[in-house]
T-cell receptor
Framework: EPEVTQTPSHQVTQMGQEVILRCVPI?????FYWYRQILGQKVEFLVS????????KSEIFDDQFSVERPDGSNFTLKIRSTKLEDSAMYFC????????????FGDGTRLSIL | QKEVEQDPGPLSVPEGAIVSLNCTYS??????FMWYRQYSRKGPELLMY????GNKEDGRFTAQVDKSSKYISLFIRDSQPSDSATYLC????????????FGTGTRLTIIP
């Protein structure tokens, strides 16, 4: 069964450094998402991406965050200058379309900021 | 009031029992309702996906939505140890808004 894959599974970064989290969505999907889950808290929406542009973003997704689909298969989340509070699990998701099409999640990247 | 509320548990039941998991919500705009299962160190795995009010059954799983009460449920029949996981409810408004709002998750353990 097709799945969303994320790399790396664990990323350790010094505070203030840039980090790029990578995702390969399911191949025929058109909508892409990033969510995060701080330890012990609920999964929170960050951003949705469709047709090569951001379609929606949360208040968490400030100027330090950016997303990109650099080619036909990858979808990335960049955090420009990481803070301690960015430590979390970051999940990528994709869906075939909008409306009745569900979102399928990857297994996440655990980001640890030191 | 939180947008989506879910009892975090933990909930322990014996193998073979019927499990009932629930979420309440406050946003009447929510139209799409999902249940995800999350094993330790894994991503959310979609279990059930329903639109508006009513019931949906898939094998041992039944999802119920009561929009008038702003209440959704997931029932697991003949529970198995492999059902031990955290169960997340998620929901979103209608077409054009793709953001999922999650509950905190209920940690479920099935005791053999």
């Amino acid at each position: 069964e097709p799945e969303v894959t994320q790399t790396p599974s664990h990323q350790v970064t010094q505070m203030g450094q840039e980090v790029i989290l990578r995702c390969v969505p399911i191949s025929n999907h058109l909508y892409f998402y990033w969510y995060r889950q701080i330890l012990g808290q609920k999964v929170e929406f960050l951003v949705s991406f469709y047709n090569n542009e951001i379609s929606e973003k949360s208040e968490i997704f400030d100027d330090q965050f950016s997303v990109e689909r650099p080619d036909g298969s990858n979808f990335t989340l960049k955090i420009r200058s990481t803070k301690l509070e960015d430590s979390a699990m970051y999940f990528c998701a994709s869906s075939l379309g909008a409306g009745l099409q569900p979102q399928h999640f990857g297994d996440g990247t655990r980001l640890s900021i030191l | 009031q939180k947008e989506v509320e879910q009892d975090p548990g933990p909930l322990s039941v014996p193998e073979g029992a019927i499990v009932s998991l629930n979420c309440t919500y406050s946003n009447s705009a929510f139209q799409y309702f999902m249940w995800y299962r999350q094993y330790s160190r894994k991503g959310p795995e979609l279990l059930m996906y329903t639109y508006s009010s009513g019931n949906k059954e898939d094998g041992r799983f039944t999802a119920q939505v009561d929009k008038s009460s702003k209440y959704i449920s997931l029932f697991i029949r003949d529970s198995q140890p492999s059902d031990s996981a955290t169960y997340l409810c998620a929901m979103r408004p209608n077409f054009g808004n793709e953001k999922l709002t999650f509950g905190t998750g209920t940690r479920l353990t099935i005791i053999p």
